[in-house]
């Protein structure tokens, strides 16, 4: 064989094994974008909206958790400021609480429609009783449903359909007093959120005119909410929401007028919640400055390795790392929000993005979330949503 010939042939070998190379990689590159479509999903989300000119009532948008892109948010339903929104946890109901025929109720939604363009039907609503709610939330079975009333200084209680509907107002429960450690602020009861304990037995009322959160027995079944106990928290916090970390044994308050972060040991078996450790969201010298700032929500990363709050007026986002073994917390990263006023923000299921609503600035901005620091990035997608409050995702 010629050497000619010879070479020949190792090149027709070299140029078949390229071939199988470049075969096999487009092959595997096509996979892995099957994969990625596979994992993609598309988000929707609910957007409860404050009092403005701006603001119609509940809005809705669609987010993708591949590219992290949201869509330009359209009104889902009318209501007057439906600041809270929360979906049923087991149908298609979506409730609100806000003003409704110069009324402040608590109005339960049908989510209708498309997958693509979901719409909201009015089931039924039920007046609260002690002016409007600053917070709305249902137990496990979603046959209990929970206000808070901030500038009554109540909790109320209403049973749930099987349909998912309204039938009435179970309870109305005065908080009494208030701590006087912040004058003009704690004067008085203030209660800002309500929730239950992961078993289903308890549910709790963070209150900043007290200084307290508040426990009460929860009986699901027939909608009744007795009084237990409280947590305390350091005079003058103010506290205002709260999250329980995913074991359960850990709970989480941030403090509306201090700024901080107040960590509990929780009791399950007890329903007790004891306080260990305080730590600021926004450093003491920035708050010495002449802009008013609080805090407003908290939120527990899904892996249970992060907690971010918010800080209004600061505007920004405070990320922490949560101690493993105790449940303290480590300051991280402290995130401007490219907006105004961050008066809500929520992270998606999987835990890689988090949208934040700038309630004056009137907008929602998209931030991805590295899962092994905890670190926040803005990934440039922010859209217009007038007077954002609440922001919920709903994966159906």
């Known amino acids: 064989m010629s050497n000619a010939t ?5 090149l027709d070998e070299w140029r078949g094994i390229i071939l199988r190379s470049a075969l096999s990689l487009a092959a ?7 994969q990625s ?3 993609a999903e598309t988000l929707d989300v609910w957007i409860g909206t404050g009092r403005s000119s701006l603001s119609r009532g509940i809005y809705h948008c669609q987010f993708n958790t591949d590219d992290g892109k949201i869509s330009e948010p359209t009104l889902a339903a009318p209501m007057e400021g439906p600041g809270f929104v929360e979906k049923h946890p087991k149908l298609p109901v ?3 609480v806000g003003g409704l025929s110069n009324d402040q109720v608590v109005a339960a939604f049908a989510i209708e429609g498309s ?3 979901p719409t909201l039907r009015l089931m039924n609503s039920v007046p609260i009783g002690d002016g409007g709610a600053a917070h709305v939330s249902l137990d496990k079975t979603g046959r209990t449903l929970l206000t808070a009333q901030y500038g009554g200084g109540s909790v109320a209680a209403f049973a749930v359909k099987e349909d998912g509907s309204l039938i009435k107002r179970t309870a109305l429960i005065d908080h009494v007093g208030g701590s006087k450690a912040v004058s003009g602020r704690q004067d008085a009861s203030h209660a800002h959120w309500t929730g239950v304990s992961p078993d289903n037995r308890f549910a709790f009322v963070p209150d900043l005119g007290l200084d307290q959160v508040l426990i009460y027995k929860l009986d699901a079944a ?3 909410i007795q009084s237990h106990g409280h947590g305390t928290l350091p005079p003058g916090s103010g506290p205002r929401h709260m999250k329980f970390h995913p074991n ?3 709970i989480y308050v941030v403090n509306e007028i201090s700024l901080t972060v107040t960590v509990f040991d929780y009791d399950a078996d007890k329903g007790t919640m004891t306080a260990k450790q305080t730590i600021e969201t926004v450093p003491a010298a920035d708050l010495e400055r002449e802009r008013a700032k609080s805090t407003s929500e908290i939120r527990v990363h899904p892996n249970g390795q992060f907690v971010y709050a918010a800080n209004r007026g600061h505007d920004t986002i405070t990320a922490f790392a949560v101690d493993q073994t105790t449940g303290q917390l480590r300051f991280v990263q402290r995130e401007p929000v490219r907006g105004a006023t961050p008066r809500n923000f929520n992270i998606t299921p999987e835990g890689q993005w988090l949208l934040a609503a700038g309630q004056l600035s009137h907008t929602l901005a998209v931030f991805s979330i590295e899962p092994k620091s905890g670190m926040m990035t803005f990934n440039q997608s922010s859209v217009f949503v007038p007077t954002p409050i609440c922001v919920l995702f709903d994966k159906r």
Do not use: D, E, F, Q
């Not at 010879?6 to 190792?10: A, D, G, H, Q």
């Open 6 to 10: 010879i070479n020949s042939y190792r």
């Open 28 to 34: 595997a590159l096509v996979g892995l974008s099957m």
């Open 37 to 39: 479509a596979a994992l």
């Open 94 to 96: 979506l409730y609100a």
């Open 115 to 117: 997958a693509a363009k």
């Open 222 to 224: 027939s909608s009744s």
């Open 248 to 250: 359960g044994r850990w």
